[in-house]
C-alpha cells in the first residue's frame, strides 16, 4: 500500500471535498459537500499542492481497488460466456467485436506527492521562462538551436523553480 505523500495534514473540509470528487461530485457539489466555495475547491484542486497529491493517491487507490474488483469478476463471467458461447455462434461474434475495446480505459495520471506536482509545476515554469529568454534573444535576429545550451538552461530553470516552490509550499 502507498503511504501518504506529504506531512502536512488536509484540513476537514478538504478532506471532505475530496471524498465528494471521488464519488464523481462536482466542484460546486463538493464544495456544498464541504461547506466551502465551488471556487474554493477550485483553488484547492488547481494551485494546492497538498490537496492535489492527495487527491492524485485517492484516485488512484480507487480506480486500483475497482480494477481489482473487476479482475475478481472476470472468472466467473468468462465462465457464464463460455456456456454462452458454445450454442451460440451469434453471440460469440458479437463477443469478438466488442472485445476489441479492451484495455481503452487507461488509469488516472498525475503525480501523487507534493515533490511530484511541484516538479511539474517547477518543468512548465522553466519552459515558459526559456521559450521567453530565447524570444527576447532572437527579436530581429536568426535564431540558431543548441540543443545543449537549452537542455542545460532548461535544467537549471527546474532546479530554481522547484526550489522556489519548495520554500513555498514545504516550509510549514
Same mark, same amino acid.
Given at each position: 500500500?502507498?503511504?501518504?505523500?506529504?506531512? %502536512?495534514?488536509?484540513?476537514?473540509?478538504?478532506?471532505? =471535498?475530496?471524498?465528494?470528487?471521488? *464519488?464523481? %461530485?462536482?466542484?460546486?457539489? *463538493?464544495?456544498?459537500?464541504?461547506?466551502?466555495?465551488?471556487?474554493?475547491? !477550485?483553488?484547492?484542486? !488547481?494551485?494546492?499542492?497538498?490537496?492535489?497529491?492527495?487527491? !492524485? +493517491?485517492?484516485?488512484?487507490?480507487?480506480?486500483?481497488?475497482?480494477?481489482?474488483?473487476?479482475?475478481? $469478476?472476470?472468472?466467473?463471467?468468462?465462465?457464464?460466456?463460455?456456456?454462452?458461447?458454445? !450454442?451460440?455462434?451469434?453471440?460469440?461474434? %458479437?463477443? +469478438?467485436? %466488442?472485445?476489441?475495446? +479492451?484495455?481503452?480505459?487507461?488509469?488516472?495520471?498525475?503525480?501523487?506527492?507534493?515533490?511530484?506536482?511541484?516538479?511539474? $509545476?517547477?518543468?512548465?515554469? =522553466?519552459?515558459?521562462?526559456?521559450?521567453?529568454?530565447?524570444?527576447?534573444?532572437?527579436?530581429?535576429?536568426?535564431?540558431?538551436?543548441?540543443?545543449?545550451?537549452?537542455?542545460?538552461?532548461?535544467? *537549471?530553470?527546474?532546479?530554481?523553480?522547484?526550489?522556489?516552490?519548495?520554500?513555498?509550499?514545504?516550509?510549514?
Amino acid at each position: 500500500m502507498v503511504t501518504k505523500p506529504h506531512k %502536512k495534514s488536509l484540513s476537514p473540509e478538504q478532506e471532505l =471535498a475530496i471524498s465528494a470528487l471521488l *464519488a464523481g %461530485k462536482t466542484d460546486t457539489q *463538493a464544495g456544498k459537500v464541504a461547506g466551502v466555495t465551488r471556487e474554493c475547491v !477550485n483553488r484547492w484542486r !488547481n494551485h494546492d499542492p497538498f490537496f492535489q497529491a492527495e487527491y !492524485n +493517491l485517492r484516485r488512484d487507490e480507487t480506480w486500483r481497488s475497482h480494477k481489482e474488483c473487476l479482475h475478481s $469478476l472476470v472468472s466467473d463471467a468468462l465462465r457464464t460466456i463460455s456456456e454462452a458461447v458454445k !450454442n451460440n455462434p451469434t453471440i460469440a461474434m %458479437k463477443i +469478438l467485436e %466488442k472485445c476489441q475495446g +479492451l484495455n481503452v480505459i487507461e488509469p488516472p495520471t498525475g503525480p501523487t506527492t507534493v515533490e511530484g506536482i511541484l516538479l511539474e $509545476l517547477a518543468c512548465e515554469r =522553466a519552459e515558459l521562462e526559456l521559450t521567453e529568454m530565447r524570444r527576447k534573444e532572437s527579436e530581429g535576429q536568426l535564431v540558431i538551436i543548441d540543443p545543449i545550451r537549452d537542455t542545460e538552461e532548461l535544467s *537549471a530553470l527546474v532546479t530554481k523553480h522547484f526550489s522556489i516552490l519548495k520554500e513555498k509550499h514545504l516550509v510549514e
